[in-house]
């Protein structure tokens, strides 16, 4: 069974700080990664796919990375802002063409200080 | 990006009544969506798949006949909670998946907050 544990739990940093969160899973059989950010009440927004053939995937100040041999993703945000205070999901789904299930972690709480 | 609607964004219902939740792909077909109940500082937990024309695909631990999923068309599926308790009280919130492409995103809906009195 899948489990996907994101590192920490929570982060609270200065305003114009680079920081990296991190997600890890157990079963390294996926068809690709997602990250989303979740504010208080609300849904989700994609932030970045990254399939499993590729390495990373780049949007504004967002980069993530994955290495899947070894179960890892980050994503590194660059020149934090207050903005960005939100919680961090990532979501792994199983490799198979027709499984589109997706397994989340808890989620890592990101506060940005002004 | 595609856009999935979800409504209402809040309820407050009494125990024992049923409350319905809309899940709407705006501008693209769906024929699968997905729903998900969230517990507060916990990741979603997907509850069923829904299938345009079909039943829905539970979960284990999910009651199908508490959780009523109905997705009649290409846009638009809907999760009945019935005769709604206390502990029935979390937030909700749909998915969905493309019908003309492969290897998308996940699009999600903005979520219910559901209150159980």
């Known amino acids: 069974k899948q489990e996907v544990t994101q590192i920490p739990a929570a982060l609270s940093v200065p305003e114009g700080e680079n920081l990296v969160l991190n997600c890890s899973f157990t079963d390294s059989a996926i068809y690709n990664l997602q990250w989303f950010r979740q504010d208080p009440g609300k849904g989700l927004t994609s932030l970045l796919l990254?399939?499993?053939?590729?390495r990373e995937q780049t949007s504004g100040r967002l980069n993530a990375s994955l290495d899947k041999s070894s179960g890892r993703s980050t994503l590194y945000i660059a020149a934090s802002q207050p903005g960005d205070s939100a919680t961090y999901l990532c979501a792994v789904r199983p490799r198979g063409g027709s499984n589109y299930k997706l397994t989340f972690g808890k989620g890592t709480l990101l506060t940005v200080n002004p | 990006g595609a856009v999935v609607s979800q409504h209402p964004s809040r309820v407050i219902c009494k125990s024992g009544t049923s409350v319905k939740i809309e899940c709407r792909s705006l501008d693209f077909q769906a024929t699968t969506m997905f729903w998900y109940r969230q517990f507060p500082k916990q990741s979603l937990m997907l509850m069923a798949t829904s299938n345009e024309g079909s039943k829905a695909t539970y979960e284990q631990g999910v009651e199908k006949d508490k959780f009523l999923i109905n997705h009649a068309s290409l846009t638009l599926s809907t999760l009945t909670v019935t005769s709604a308790h206390p502990e029935d009280s979390s937030f909700y919130i749909c998915s969905a998946r493309r019908s003309d492409r492969l290897n998308t995103e996940a699009f999600f809906g903005q979520g219910t907050r559901l209150t159980v009195v």
């Open positions: 990254i399939q499993s053939s590729q």
